[in-house]
Structures are given as C-alpha cells and as structure tokens.
C-alpha cells in the first residue's frame, strides 16, 4: 500500500523532496483568533510516520502550538493505520486527528461512521489552494473529510547521469525510447533498470503508470473503482507493455529471479551504492532521499530524474499518492482538532516541513522558488501543474486484500508475471478473481 511505498519508505529516507513554502502569514486560519487561543488544549494526532518523518512533521506541530498554545502529542501506529485507530476507538482513547495514508483507508473510516466533516474553513482553503482531484480524494459522498497535506509524485524515473553520458543517451519522452535507451545503457556495461520485484508494491506502481498514460484518466479510475474487469482489453495491453521490460534480460539488472530477489533499497543502491549494477530505477521522488542520505548522492549532480515518459499515444503520466488529515468524532478535543486542520491547510503550515526537506505538498500556494534544489522545483511543479490530471495511486484505492498485501492479490500476481511474462491475458484473468473477491468484501 502506500504507507509500504511513500510513508513507511520515505519514513527510512527522510527526504522525499522538501516543498519550499511561501512566508505566508497565517492565510485563513488564525486558530482562534489572535494570542494563544487554544492555550491549555492538547490534541493527539496520529500516523504512520516514525524516524525522519516523525521528527519533521514535529516542526508542524511545534509551529502550531507556537501559533495557538495548544499542546500536541503524535503517535506513530506503524503499519497497520486502521488496525490500530479501531482498537484506540474501541479502548475510549481514540487520537483526535489521524493522518490517513489511503484513500481505501479514508473511505473505510468515513463509512464507519468515524470522522466529522471538515470545517467550513478548510474546505474554502481546499478549494482555492488545491487542484479539485484533491478535494475529490478527500470526500466521501460529497462531504470533505480529508485534507491532503503531504503528497508523494510517483512517476519519477531516476538515473545515474553518468551511467548515461557514457552511453551517449538523453532522457527519453516515450517508453518505446525508454527501452531502446535502456538497450543502448546495457550494451555500455550496465543493465539499463533496477527492478525491486521482492515488494510487490513497485510493480503495482510500474502497472499505473503504464495504464494511466496508456488507457487514459477515464479507464484509470474505472478500473481503480472496479467497475470495468481487469479482464478489459487495456489492462491486457497495459501488462503486454509492461511485459516488453519484464521479459527482456538484457534491460533488468539480475534477470527477472534478480529482480525477484531486490526490495525497494536495494534496487536504488544498485544504481546509487558504490558499486553500480544498473543506470536507471523507477519509483517515486522518494528515490533521492536514499540516494542522497544513504549514498552520498548530490541530487542534481550525482542523481537526476525524468518524467515517466508517455506510452503509446498517450500524455505522460502523474500517479500520485498522500496523506490525508482527518478528524475522528470519538477523539476528546474536537474543536482544536479542526482548528488544527485549518493551520495544515495553509502555505505557513507546509513552510514549517518543506524547509527541512522530506516533503512534497499538494498546495498550490507554495512558492516554488522556496524549494532548496533545481530538482525538487521541477519534481513540485510538475505534481502542481498537473492539476486534476493527477491520479491518486490506484493500488491505494483497493481494498487492502487486493492492493496492498504482502504475498497476496495485485502484488503477488505481478510478481508472478514478472516471473513469466508470457501470458497477459492469464495474468489479467487471476487479477480479477482476486479483485471480485476483494471488492466483494
């Protein structure tokens, strides 16, 4: 799932990409009203962030208790986001504010009867501020009950720039040239791509990318609501697409049993560690925090990205993923809560994590020329451009059972097929098996 993908990994990089911030004022949240309005007050929040991201998203809460006077308390819940706020809200301790790293998982809370509509003020600062894609992500039923306030681009292709130059390659714009690169990278020394086939997650990713450019934003969230089969003839397409890179020895670093054997870290070290194995490693803007903080790479300099090129006829892709706020109706301090989330919805609140790095908002409102690098900017300005273009991670929006379990549904069937490519359309039939089933539940 996500948190496996963009919080919990980027909670073991730290840097994600920092979103600089405007110095904006307070925009329209004042907390109260002039002075230390919620003096006295503690809220709790809770999310799966822990290291790094912990002790960053601290800042936000310290630059809120500075702002309001109101105290607050994070608890990190690990992995298991829903697990853990139903027995907190079973047990009567239930945290005032979670931040939610699905969309599925949003969906599940709202449908409980978990969460209070967000305030008026939050909505209003989501509707100026925010691509409308976000808004939509964060509703259930027409109601707004999620603010998204950190986001993670995941359609970033990272490479060696030297591994590159020494092929006499530029970065492509199209898959087919994507591969045909890659061939021109292997036969320089290198194998063109990392592939972190051990986390069923990655391939999940590669999957949407491939679909979104390939079969377009309507079919994208058809199939990410089940209402077409995996059996359609563009998911067929899609892993027919997909399997052109799989089945291809020459471009993956190891074959498909070393991919297989990769997880998430070790597919960025065999491009960035000391010693290279691969020139190129798609997954997220994630990448650059363990390129830069486990390998010394100077983001820029020693390891750049391009877009995820376009496939077919298609645009180029944005697939994104994020965490959303939301306020839980048992938590005890509901008013601070909201007023909590009014401060998330502003540029300041963003400011106060984007300039230690580790970070990537939604808000438009940000000043790109607060970013501390070239490639962070572009990395921001790309998710923000692509306003309602962008695609909320479709594995994500599954239930758990389909898309975000270890050794079951999507991410062992991929894994399967990255095993054996040979047969899309076998691969499409047992994906939908799996996700009748999970959708059913």
């Known amino acids: 799932m ?6 919990l990994l980027a909670s073991c990089t730290a840097l994600a990409l920092a979103l600089g911030a405007t110095a904006c004022g307070g925009g329209p949240v004042s907390a109260g009203g002039g002075g230390k309005s919620l003096s006295g007050q503690t809220i709790s929040v809770a999310g799966v962030w822990s290291g ?3 002790k960053n998203f601290q800042k936000v809460l310290d630059a809120f208790t500075e702002k309001t006077g109101a105290k607050t308390q994070f608890v990190s819940t690990g992995d298991n986001v829903s697990t853990v706020v139903g027995s907190k809200i079973e047990g009567g301790n239930a945290p005032d504010v979670v931040m939610v790293p ?3 998982v949003l969906q599940q809370f709202a449908k409980q009867g978990w969460l209070k509509p967000l305030s008026k003020t939050t909505e209003q600062s989501v509707d100026s501020n925010y691509a409308r894609v976000w808004k939509n992500y964060g509703s259930v039923d027409g109601t707004l009950y999620g603010l998204y306030f950190k986001a993670a681009h995941k359609s970033t292709v990272w490479y060696s720039p030297d591994a590159l130059d020494q092929a006499g390659v530029k970065p492509p714009t199209t898959y087919d040239a994507m591969l045909k690169a890659g061939h021109t990278v292997s036969e320089s020394g290198l194998a063109a791509f990392s592939v ?3 986390d069923g997650w990655t391939l999940t990713d590669w999957f949407e990318n491939i679909y979104l450019s390939q079969a377009g934003p309507e079919k994208y969230d058809a199939l990410a609501a089940h209402k077409i089969k995996w059996t359609d003839p563009t998911v067929v397409e899609a892993l027919t697409t997909l399997g052109k890179l799989f089945k ?9 049993k070393g991919a297989l054997n990769t997880d998430f870290p070790g597919s960025v070290e065999k491009v960035f560690g000391p010693k290279p194995a691969a020139g190129m490693v798609y997954e997220g803007d994630f990448v650059a925090g363990v390129a830069k903080d486990q390998f010394g790479k100077k983001i820029g300099q020693d390891a750049n990205f391009f877009p995820f090129p376009a496939v077919g006829g298609g645009k180029a892709p944005v697939v994104s993923g994020g965490d959303a706020a939301v306020v839980l109706k048992d938590g005890k301090n509901q008013k601070a809560a909201m007023k909590f989330l009014e401060y998330l919805a502003t540029p300041e609140a963003s400011a106060a994590w984007a300039q230690v790095g580790g970070f990537l908002s939604p808000n438009k409102k940000l000043d790109l020329a607060s970013y501390g690098d070239d490639i962070t900017r572009e ?3 790309s998710l923000i451009t692509a306003g309602d273009s962008v695609r909320f991670d479709m594995s994500d929006q599954a239930p758990a059972a389909f898309g975000g379990t270890k050794g079951a549904g999507e991410w062992k069937l991929l894994q399967d097929f990255l095993r054996d490519p040979s047969d899309p359309k076998g691969t499409a039939a047992e994906l939908e098996n799996a996700a009748a089933k999970a959708y059913q539940d």
């Open 52 to 54: 790094s991201e912990q």
């Open 102 to 104: 699905q969309v599925g």
């Open 379 to 381: 990395t921001a300005k």
């Open 196 to 198: 972190a086939g051990q």
């Open 2 to 7: 996500m948190r496996r993908r963009t919080t």
């Open 248 to 256: 291809d020895k020459q471009l993956i670093a190891g074959g498909q």
